[in-house]
């Protein structure tokens, strides 16, 4: 059974920091891209950031470019995504996801976790 399970959302102020993990398992995820896509209220799911199993391929959103930063251990079996200078705008429910690479994820996900809430208050 495939699971990915995502952990370290909540609320923070503007300008604040969290670390979103996804902890994934149940498939042989060997040369899988991860990523992350968010859903904010009113709005389509949309693709946030991917990175390729080496790692090295990375893919992101513009308007996160810079600031948040995705990277992943695949001897954990664990992706994250690290957001820094936070702003309201980036309030949503954020979701991992799996793909076969870095740039196929952004529209065709294979796998997606159940999501998480990130909040950023003003």
């Known amino acids: 059974q495939v699971r990915l399970l995502e952990s370290g959302g909540g609320l923070v102020q503007a300008g604040g920091s969290l670390r979103l993990s996804c902890a994934y398992s149940g498939h042989t995820f060997t040369g899988y891209a991860m990523g992350w896509f968010r859903q904010a209220p009113g709005k389509e799911r949309a693709f946030v950031a991917a990175i390729s199993w080496s790692g090295i391929g990375t893919n992101y959103l513009d308007s996160v470019r810079g600031r948040f930063t995705i990277s992943r251990d695949n001897g954990k079996n664990t992706v994250y995504l690290e957001m820094n200078s936070l702003k309201p705008e980036d309030t949503a429910v954020y979701y991992c996801?799996?793909?076969?690479?870095?740039?196929?994820?952004?529209?065709?996900?294979?796998?997606w976790g159940q999501g998480i809430q990130v909040t950023v208050s003003s």
């Open positions: 996801a799996a793909g076969t690479s870095v740039l196929s994820i952004v529209s065709r996900p294979n796998y």
